[in-house]
């Protein structure tokens, strides 16, 4: 794989949609080392029919909304994103979950529903609440990803667990080909910020299940083509 890391504007002092924007720019970016004949290491390196868009937490709300704006947008020769991998997505809403309002956390714990509560006021629109459609993807009337393959990773112990739970159940439900894997045990952003040894088993198995996702998608690809 070709990983395309995306240095995206940040809020507060760019709010949304500035980030989404960013995404979108840098998938056109890589389009045009696609169809630039100086560009032989792209070319000699990558398939451009073949990508992913992913990221976790806020990167993983970042990855979703950028595939919905891509699928209004001919991107050829990266007109079929292969899946979107969504790790931990950070979404919102105004009415609570059970997991939001019954979830026991550690003091270390890098999430809290004060702090998600915070970040949304500083990322969206002034005047827009919880329920915005960048928050809260899953609500009524919201336009939906169709027909891709997603992958899910939810954590345990992570007061969204019960959001991208139901992230899965939606998205399935308006055609997408959904998979999700559970990671028992720890918390949000556990990959990156918890160093126990339970973390890095539960970070080993989630790399693996992302793996086995993308591989399979890549299987599936060749065998058309045979």
């Keep these: ?13 760019n709010p949304l949609p500035s980030a989404y924007e960013d995404g979108v720019k840098a998938v056109k ?3 045009q ?11 000699r390196h990558c398939d451009f029919s073949s990508m992913f868009l992913a990221g976790d937490s806020a990167g993983a709300n970042l990855a979703y909304h950028v595939a919905l ?3 209004d947008t001919q991107i050829t020769p990266l007109s079929t994103l292969r899946g979107v991998i969504l790790i931990q997505p950070f979404i919102g809403g ?12 550690s003091r270390r714990s890098p ?9 949304w006021r500083l990322v969206l629109p002034r005047g827009a609440n919880r329920d915005h459609p960048w928050c809260n993807p899953l609500g009524e009337g919201t336009r939906k990803l169709m027909n891709l393959r997603v992958l899910v990773c939810v954590a345990e112990r992570d007061i969204l667990r019960d959001r991208n739970l139901e992230m899965c159940s939606v998205l399935a439900e308006v055609g997408n080909k959904v998979e999700h894997l559970m990671s028992v045990g720890v918390g949000h952003a556990f990959q990156v910020l918890d160093k126990s040894e339970l973390s890095q088993t539960r970070r080993a198995e989630m790399i693996c299940h992302i793996v086995g996702f993308i591989s399979q998608i890549g299987t599936h690809k060749s065998r058309a083509k045979n």
Excluded: H
């Excluded at 794989?1 to 240095?7: K, L, T």
């Excluded at 080392?33 to 070319?43: D, F, I, M, P, V």
């Excluded at 105004?94 to 956390?105: A, D, F, G, I």
């Excluded at 999430?111 to 970040?119: A, G, H, I, N």
């Design 1 to 13: 794989c070709i990983i395309v890391s995306i240095n995206y504007r940040l809020a507060p002092e």
């Design 29 to 31: 970016w890589v389009k």
């Design 33 to 43: 080392q696609a169809n630039c004949r100086s560009s032989k290491w792209w070319t």
């Design 69 to 71: 704006k891509l699928s």
């Design 94 to 105: 105004e009415e609570r979950t059970n997991s939001e309002k019954t979830m026991v956390l």
């Design 111 to 119: 999430l809290t529903l004060s702090t998600s509560d915070t970040y």
